[in-house]
């Protein structure tokens, strides 16, 4: 059983950053994929960044990385656009294929992080 706890969000101006942190419990961590996704009212959630217990990532334009003796994964996310307005949350699975981005993959998952970008 892990859970997951997501913080670091906030209101940005265009062009800002944030850094979310997803702490999580659980002695085996170190050997989940975390995923951040997010969803945007009125539309599906989407992946945004994968890490894999090697480190090994799958990112569509932000910074993921991880400190698995801390149990955290951060998501980096600069030059920040209004677009990036939604609720961000992590998510943690046994791995099963080189690249998990589909949220029905992931078992675990935190409360989620609002992220506002004004223009």
């Known amino acids: 059983q892990v859970q997951l706890v997501e913080s670091g969000g906030g209101l940005v101006q265009a062009g800002g950053s944030l850094r979310l942190s997803c702490a999580a419990s659980?002695?085996?961590?170190?050997?989940?994929?975390v995923g951040w996704f997010r969803q945007a009212p009125g539309k599906e959630r989407e992946f945004v960044a994968g890490?894999?217990p090697s480190g090994s990532i799958t990112y569509y334009g932000f910074t993921i990385s991880r400190d698995n003796a801390k149990n955290t994964v951060y998501l980096q996310m600069n030059s920040l656009k209004p677009e990036d307005t939604a609720v961000y949350y992590c998510?943690?699975?046994?791995?099963?294929?080189?690249?998990?981005?589909?949220?029905?993959?992931?078992?675990?998952w935190g409360r989620g992080t609002q992220v506002t970008v004004s223009s």
């Open positions: 659980g002695r085996t961590f170190s050997s989940y994929v």
């Open positions: 890490i894999s």
């Open positions: 998510a943690a699975a046994v791995p099963i294929i080189a690249s998990m981005t589909a949220a029905n993959q992931y078992a675990y």
